[in-house]
């Protein structure tokens, strides 16, 4: 139909000719047929006022190529690809080539079948007519119809997909969509391609700074090796006060921490959200005490990952979208309690001031200690100091005891400084198995060597309580 009616232009034009022109005017310049055989009929003109020849071919040229060009129907946008004009440009040569050129085919099944020039005083007007095989000009017309849909496509579809996911509420697959078409933006065919780079995360940006994650009821503490009484839960909306909506399908990720080879270690769960935008993660059992932090965040990971070979130039959008990820993100803090609290121990230490930083945190998380004399554990075996504790305090499951003593001291200005170190163990009695040992030092401050090292030793005792208390099982 697009021909009919182009051809149907073609002849409206030739029709308004001046009237008188003779009987030798061919039937085509009046009346131009749809087709010939298997092939389509392009009727094209050109005028030269002063009766050029040339010119007037070379006018009848350029319209029998702007007449094919229409009919392929592309249009260059600024998502079109340099190969893809680069070949409409060379087709449009070829086009005016094969009116110009008398022996030579420029294009595969277009030719030139016949030609009229019409002299009406000084001016003259040619008339050209066009055959091009129906199967080539419908390849020709697909083969370039791709070139201009694969840069078109690249961008242009996922951005649309992109915006209508954004629109439904669909946050993790507007992601994929935008952070998509900004990849094939960067393509150097790409006109414009840094405009729509940006326009694609600016998108992404604006959607994920609208996301707020909201604590539900949430477990406050738990028992080492005992599981939470409940799942953490939190919420996903997006917008603010009463105008904010659930946002369903989304993929959060529960991170927190895990003892492994004695230290502690991350790890992550994912989980999406409900219709509700609430998303719910039951975590292990801790196998350490202490206090301790879940952080739940935006699971963006993949679609921030495609974005990382994004050259430094261009990486001020992506920064952006990362720093927008980074502030959808939600900490609850909650503590492990250690199951050593059920157990009394038997506390020895002959240093006065490291005792009593160790028994002040320790009796104010929970635990029991029972003051036993220290007299006779200094460079006694482990074996004999259990022995000892047990004998001073029998019906104690645990013992435990310090050895402190000072490394260094010094002066700083008018000050003294004084280094001090200590060890603490637990065991249990009924077996004799070592629970805990920790070593540690500390610097103190004070006016004389006395106070520097009181200062010292009493800091000291309170980090290795610290330490005992989120590490005895």
Request: charged letters at 20%; glycine letters at 8%.
């Amino acid at each position: 139909m697009r021909l009919r009616y182009l051809l149907l232009l073609t002849l409206a034009s030739c029709a308004s000719a001046p009237a008188g022109l003779g009987t030798n005017v061919p039937s085509w310049v009046l009346k131009t047929p749809q087709t010939e055989g298997d092939s389509y009929v392009f009727v094209a003109s050109g005028t030269s006022a002063t009766g050029d020849a040339g010119q007037a071919e070379k006018a009848a040229a350029v319209d029998l190529r702007d007449q094919i060009i229409s009919y392929l129907g592309v249009k260059v946008t600024s998502t079109t690809s340099a190969t893809a004009k680069g070949s409409l440009d060379s087709f449009r040569t070829s086009v005016e080539q094969t009116v110009v050129s008398q022996s030579k085919a420029e294009i595969a099944g277009l030719r030139i079948a016949d030609r009229f020039p019409l002299k009406q005083g000084q001016s003259l007007t040619l008339y050209v007519k066009a055959l091009y095989n129906k199967a080539d000009l419908d390849q020709e017309k697909a083969r370039i119809a791709a070139l201009f849909a694969q840069i078109d496509d690249s961008v242009s579809k996922p951005e649309q997909k992109g915006d209508l996911l954004n629109s439904t509420g669909d946050i993790q697959g507007a992601l994929d969509q935008y952070t998509q078409a900004a990849l094939a933006s960067l393509n150097p065919q790409v006109d414009n391609g840094a405009i729509s780079f940006a326009r694609n995360l600016g998108k992404a940006t604006t959607m994920v700074s609208q996301l707020t994650l909201i604590a539900q009821e949430n477990p406050r503490s738990t028992v080492v090796g005992e599981p939470f009484p409940q799942p953490f839960a939190v919420k996903l909306v997006r917008g603010t006060g009463a105008d904010a909506l659930p946002v369903a399908g989304a993929s959060l990720r529960f991170n927190y921490k895990v003892r492994q080879n004695g230290h502690l270690v991350l790890r992550s769960v994912p989980e999406m959200t409900g219709q509700d935008g609430i998303a719910t993660c039951q975590l292990p059992a801790p196998d350490f005490a202490g206090h301790a932090e879940l952080i739940v965040v935006l699971d963006a990971g993949p679609f921030l990952d495609r974005l990382s070979q994004v050259p430094y130039e261009s990486r001020t959008p992506v920064d952006a979208l990362e720093d927008a990820v980074g502030r959808t993100r939600l900490n609850i803090a909650y503590q492990v309690v250690s199951a050593a609290l059920k157990y009394p121990i038997a506390w020895a230490c002959a240093q006065n001031e490291a005792s009593s930083g160790f028994t002040q945190v320790m009796t104010k998380a929970g635990f029991q200690l029972r003051s036993v004399s220290s007299e006779g554990l200094g460079g006694a075996s482990d074996e004999r100091i259990l022995r000892l504790l047990t004998s001073r305090s029998p019906r104690t499951p645990r013992v435990a005891w310090g050895e402190f003593r000072v490394d260094q001291t010094g002066k700083d200005g008018n000050m003294i400084t004084a280094r001090v170190s200590g060890t603490v163990k637990v065991e249990e009695v009924a077996t004799g198995r070592l629970l805990y040992s920790v070593t540690r030092g500390r610097w103190g401050v004070g006016a004389s060597v006395k106070e520097a090292e009181t200062s010292a030793f009493h800091q000291l005792g309170a980090d290795l309580g610290t330490s005992v208390i989120d590490n005895l099982p």
